[in-house]
């Protein structure tokens, strides 16, 4: 089947409009011979009639009045282009589409992609949170410039993309002022029988935390994992259990949630990566991520 033809579609549309041929030449500055020759073949093309005589002028057949709606919504489209790239704001605004790994505190992300809001050059941010395989896949075709992620891409993914270690944190353990009074100061061995809240399996530091407290000889009750780092600390935050997060933002942690800390696990580490397309950051906005993660937040 042919392509659809956008010349003899404006033509038509215009004859549409306008009532006739000869209205319609006028305005698009040609000869109604030539209008005429090519409603005749896009007619043809399409395989349907499009007008038929009503006196002096022409009328649109049930399906020219069908293909006029189509038109009439594909040249508004255009032109709402046109003003678009007009726009000042739309030519000198940069986008910077992220995505964030659900097993990344929202907190260590929000520092990292913040510095991209204050650049010399405006940018519009645009992020998007997930399962760390489906922001891969947006990455692998331009739909993502950037992955921020607890681990790096992992082997099996068929994917051309590049690991950036943005920096590393220790953990500390949090309470409220409530429950780490009932547990007492003696850390690691406090939480022995304590109600625990873990990170879900698709977190890189579950089986890290897991490994430490076997080691540690403590057992504590595990009453939750979850797959949102800010829903565990919230039920953190109701008394429910101890939770764990990267040290290097236990200062925020303990103000936004209105818990305590019990103590540092300086031998379970957490990592965040940016994950590219470019083996080479040059984005301003990765940049600027990157350096504030090595001057500012992982220090």
Not at 40 to 63: I, K, P, Q, S, Y
Not at 65 to 93: C, H, P, Q, W
């Amino acid at each position: 089947m042919s392509s659809l033809n956008y010349k003899h579609l404006r033509y038509f549309w215009m004859v549409a409009k306008t009532g006739s041929i000869a209205k319609a030449a006028a305005q698009l500055h040609l000869t109604p011979q030539s209008i005429s020759g090519q409603l005749t073949e896009f007619a043809g093309t399409l395989g349907v009639e499009l007008f038929r005589r009503a006196g002096r002028n022409l009328e649109l057949t049930d399906a020219g009045r069908r293909i006029v709606s189509y038109a009439e919504e594909i040249f508004n489209t255009g032109d709402a282009l046109l003003e678009l790239v007009r726009d000042k704001t739309f030519t000198t605004m940069m986008s910077f589409r992220v995505g964030c790994a659900d097993s990344v505190s929202k907190l260590i992300a929000c520092k990292l992609v913040e510095p991209a809001l204050k650049l010399r050059e405006p940018v519009k941010l645009i992020c998007r949170e997930g399962r760390l395989d489906s922001l891969i896949a947006d990455l692998a075709v331009h739909r993502l410039d950037l992955v921020i992620a607890d681990r790096p891409i992992p082997a099996h993914f068929s994917v051309r993309a590049y690991n950036h270690l943005l920096g590393e944190s220790p953990m500390t353990a949090f309470a409220t002022a409530t429950l780490a009074a009932q547990l007492g100061k003696d850390f690691p061995a406090c939480l022995h029988n304590a109600p625990l809240l873990l990170p879900g399996e698709d977190f890189a530091i579950h089986q890290r935390l897991l490994r430490w407290l076997e080691h540690s000889e403590v057992h504590p009750h595990v009453v939750g994992e979850f797959d949102d780092s800010a829903m565990m600390k919230a039920f953190g935050q109701s008394g429910a259990g101890v939770f764990f997060a990267p040290t290097v933002i236990a200062p925020q942690v303990c103000e936004q949630y209105q818990v305590a800390t019990l103590g540092q696990v300086h031998s379970v580490v957490e990592e965040v990566y940016a994950i590219t397309t470019e083996r080479r950051m040059s984005h301003p906005a990765t940049v600027a991520i990157s350096t504030t993660a090595r001057d500012k937040l992982f220090i």
